[in-house]
């Protein structure tokens, strides 16, 4: 993001920045983090904000965006001056008038640098759904991938190593070792910023499991913002249903027992519009591009981090850290879980990865390729069964049928190739999948 975010800034075609991501996400830091290239800087937060009174009354009046300008420096008692001021508009989704006057920064305003984030911008984006057409930038931000966590506890020597690996150049046996030991901690622990910001603070485990349960509350209290369009109990129960269901096909009969099949699909469809759910989705991947043989009917769906998974599943991260036990890491439901985050988190942050996944669609047979992905010219299934060093049945049917050159499995195990037709991934090099070797 930070690469985006100095494109933007330097950029002479600058267009207004919209920032997506669920709640505590690192969204306001980050731009905090850039307002420090900047003389000044103004922030309102349209949710917390003790002057967010008087700011709306401004952008209710239909003033051009160099008049709110002026206004604004005089509430915030900040100069507002193009290249040197940086305003951010925070949690703009509370203020559908702010929000509106985005689209004129771009024609009215170009020179200042202004942003806006927000937690629920998708559902005001469906009640605007020309909003923002060739005159905003938007970026999707997600919670830390493994390479940010390990530069946020000042790993800097193992990321700066991942960023170098490949079959051809794998780790040494000692970083491998410590790549592995981390990506432990990473994978019960996750990537939402507080929660690494805690560790790295000097807090306890039993801390970093506190901010997790209040960063659930969090998107519960949000649920409540919903209400409009369903019970949050039921929004509640459905997201438990997909965190217990990671790893398999998502099946609405097993998701509620007082809903039915279309309030669970909603259900499923504003937990996707929030961000904090992201869907799988079954392709026969015969050829470009996978979204041409996919079928919607089948889906994964994956919670947005995984320590939000371990504490919905009412798991002690204490505990599970005590030992680092790679054993636990090995459980199919959890490397898939990360692997697909991975994959999420490496696309460009203009352009949202979709994810698919193969399973054989003869019925009663169970082959099934956890990812497929589409790299350059080439579509390579991924197998994510890190308990095993062989091959999967699954890759060498997929791999057969298709025709495709050469598949990719994920393990704890450094790059190697166990079979003549599949590469090793270590699952700590899983964001690089989509990339070359």
């Not at 940086?86 to 202004?114: G, K, M, R, T």
């Not at 697909?340 to 942050?349: I, M, S, T, V």
């Not at 590469?423 to 964001?431: I, M």
């Amino acid at each position: 993001m930070d690469k985006e975010l100095a494109e933007w800034k330097n950029s002479t075609n600058r267009k207004p920045l919209l920032l997506h991501g669920v709640r505590q996400a690192g969204k306001t830091t980050t731009v905090r983090e850039l307002s420090r290239q900047f003389d000044y800087f103004i922030e309102i937060n349209f949710e917390h904000d003790d002057r967010e009174a008087a700011v709306r009354r401004i952008f209710k009046r239909g003033l051009t965006p160099r008049q709110m300008c002026s206004e604004l420096s005089q509430i915030y008692k900040t100069p507002v001056v193009p290249g040197r001021t940086l305003l951010f508009l925070d949690e703009i989704q509370f203020c559908l008038p702010a929000f509106s006057l985005l689209n004129y920064f771009y024609e009215d305003y170009p020179a200042l640098h202004v942003v806006a984030a927000g937690s629920l911008l998708s559902f005001v984006l469906q009640e605007f759904p020309l909003f923002g057409i060739g005159r905003i930038r938007s970026l999707s931000m997600h919670p830390f991938s493994f390479g940010e966590y390990l530069r946020a506890v000042d790993k800097n020597r193992l990321a700066d190593a991942l960023q170098d690996v490949s079959p051809e150049n794998p780790c040494s046996p000692a970083l491998h070792a410590q790549c592995v030991r981390h990506l432990i901690r990473f994978m019960i622990a996750g990537g939402m910023p507080e929660v690494v910001a805690t560790h790295v603070g000097g807090g306890s485990w039993e801390d970093c499991q506190q901010v997790l349960d209040n960063s659930i509350h969090v998107l519960y209290d949000d649920f409540q913002k919903y209400k409009s369009r369903m019970p949050a109990s039921r929004l509640h129960e459905v997201l438990v249903s997909v965190v217990h269901q990671t790893g398999g096909k998502f099946n609405y009969s097993k998701a509620s027992r007082n809903s039915n099949f279309h309030q669970i699909k909603d259900c499923i469809r504003q937990l996707e519009l929030g961000g904090i759910i992201y869907p799988v989705t079954h392709t026969s991947a015969g050829g470009f591009p996978l979204t041409a043989g996919m079928n919607a009917k089948f889906r994964k769906y994956l919670i947005m981090d995984t320590g939000i998974y371990h504490r919905i599943l009412r798991q002690d991260l204490k505990q599970l850290l005590a030992s680092e036990n790679p054993e636990y890491v090995n459980k199919n439901s959890l490397a898939e879980l990360f692997v697909g985050l991975e994959l999420l988190k490496a696309a460009p942050a203009d352009r949202p990865a979709q994810l698919y996944y193969w399973q054989n669609e003869r019925q009663g047979n169970p082959d099934e390729v956890e990812y497929v992905v589409q790299r350059q010219t080439q579509i390579i299934p991924v197998e994510v069964k890190p308990g095993t060093k062989s091959a999967g049945q699954s890759m060498l049917q997929f791999l057969t049928e298709k025709g495709y050159a050469y598949g990719i499995r994920c393990t704890l195990e450094n790059f190697d190739s166990y079979h003549r037709y599949v590469k090793n991934y270590p699952l700590y090099a899983a964001a690089k999948i989509g990339g070359q070797d």
